[in-house]
């Protein structure tokens, strides 16, 4: 049975850190791409960044270039998103999905979205 599974949400203030992992079980990573997702109340579903499956190519979408940053440890079906310096507007829930080939296109970069997690609620607010 294939899962994804976010955590590490939660409440931070302005300028803080969080760490999100994305766990898969039923597929092996090695050869899916996975991609970050967030969306915010009354906002479409957005991309937040990507990073393949077969060269690691790495992806950022302008709004967290610079902050954020993709990793991915396949030996323990693990990928990451490491959030720096958030602001006030990257309140949103977080979602990851995972894809054989990347089919949704942000407006910059395709992304995977063959199975999704449940998502993990990030708040930052003072």
């Known amino acids: 049975q294939v899962q994804l599974v976010e955590s590490g949400g939660g409440l931070v203030q302005p300028g803080g850190s969080l760490r999100l992992s994305c766990r898969v079980s039923g597929f092996s990573l090695d050869y899916y791409a996975i991609g970050w997702f967030r969306q915010a109340p009354g906002k479409e579903r957005e991309g937040v960044s990507c990073?393949?499956?077969?060269?690691?190519?790495?992806h950022y979408e302008d709004s967290v270039k610079g902050r954020f940053t993709i990793s991915r440890d396949n030996a323990l079906n693990t990928v990451y998103l490491q959030m720096d310096s958030l602001k006030p507007e990257d309140t949103a829930v977080y979602y990851c999905?995972?894809?054989?080939?990347?089919?949704?296109?942000?407006?910059?970069?395709?992304?995977?979205?063959?199975?999704w997690g449940q998502g993990t609620q990030v708040t930052v607010s003072s």
């Open positions: 999905a995972a894809g054989l080939h990347r089919t949704w296109y942000s407006g910059s970069w395709y992304y995977p979205q063959q199975y």
């Open positions: 990073i393949s499956a077969t060269n690691g190519d790495i």
